[in-house]
T-cell receptor, first 117, second 112 residues
Framework: GAVVSQHPSRVICKSGTSVKIECRSL??????MFWYRQFPKQSLMLMAT?????????EQGVEKDKFLINHASLTLSTLTVTSAHPEDSSFYIC?????????????FGPGTRLTVL | AQSVTQPDIHITVSEGASLELRCNYS??????LFWYVQSPGQGLQLLLK??????LVQGIKGFEAEFKRSQSSFNLRKPSVHWSDAAEYFC??????????FGKGTRLHILP
């Protein structure tokens, strides 16, 4: 199988604080992980591509200084929401790419619900 | 630019009935196509994907999808739905497996 975990599953924080979300591939190594944001009743929007050992690639409109991504190992990527504000409240989902003989596949974590008060 | 359209926001079917969820895409080359399912509180699970070969793709949980290039469609089907199939279904298109673009999703409701 291919299992991706996220921690925490739910976090509530005060405005102005920073929050770190972890994404782990539990049974495979992933040189590439992705971070998505999902608003209520909306689709997933890709925020950034996280590459192990190098800088993340951010999508247009995503502030890299606000959403810090670190991919320090082949099984762990972290997303830190710095100086969070209520508008950052959302559902954040990560995925990890697993290489396969019939093409690569992204496996998704269960998501992290962030609420900023 | 790549895009994915799921024209139905909600679909309601009776348990045991057949199901078809529609998906149209816009992409310049032969796309990689995916269907994912998202249950409440859970992450997205890959149902099936197409990237070459047979245009009728078999997936998990009894789902299948057919790639029709002439119609730019990749509709998801299941001959007989179960109550546990109630969830949000996302069609997606990607170049390789990077930068997957998701549709807005179709919420499937099952009547007992």
């Amino acid at each position: 199988g291919a299992v991706v975990s996220q921690h925490p599953s739910r976090v509530i924080c005060k405005s102005g604080t920073s929050v770190k979300i972890e994404c782990r591939s539990l049974d495979f190594q992933a040189t590439t992980m992705f971070w998505y944001r999902q608003f209520p009743k909306q689709s997933l929007m890709l925020m950034a591509t996280s590459n192990e050992g190098s800088k993340a690639t951010y999508e247009q409109g995503v502030e890299k200084d606000k959403f810090l991504i670190n991919h320090a190992s082949l099984t762990l990527s972290t997303l830190t929401v710095t100086s969070a504000h209520p508008e950052d409240s959302s559902f954040y989902i990560c995925s990890a790419r697993k290489m396969g003989t019939r093409g690569d596949t992204q496996y998704f974590g269960p998501g992290t619900r962030l609420t900023v008060l | 630019a790549q895009s994915v359209t799921q024209p139905d926001i909600h679909i309601t079917v009776s348990e045991g009935a057949s199901l078809e969820l529609r998906c149209n895409y816009s992409y310049g080359a032969t796309p990689y196509l995916f269907w994912y399912v998202q249950s409440p509180g859970q992450g997205l699970q890959l149902l099936l994907k197409y990237f070459s070969g047979d245009t009728l793709v078999q997936g998990i949980k009894g789902f299948e999808a057919e790639f029709k290039r002439s119609q730019s469609s990749f509709n998801l089907r299941k001959p007989s739905v179960h109550w546990s199939d109630a969830a949000e279904y996302f069609c997606a298109v990607g170049e390789g497996d990077d930068k997957i673009i998701f549709g807005k999703g179709t919420r499937l409701h099952i009547l007992p």
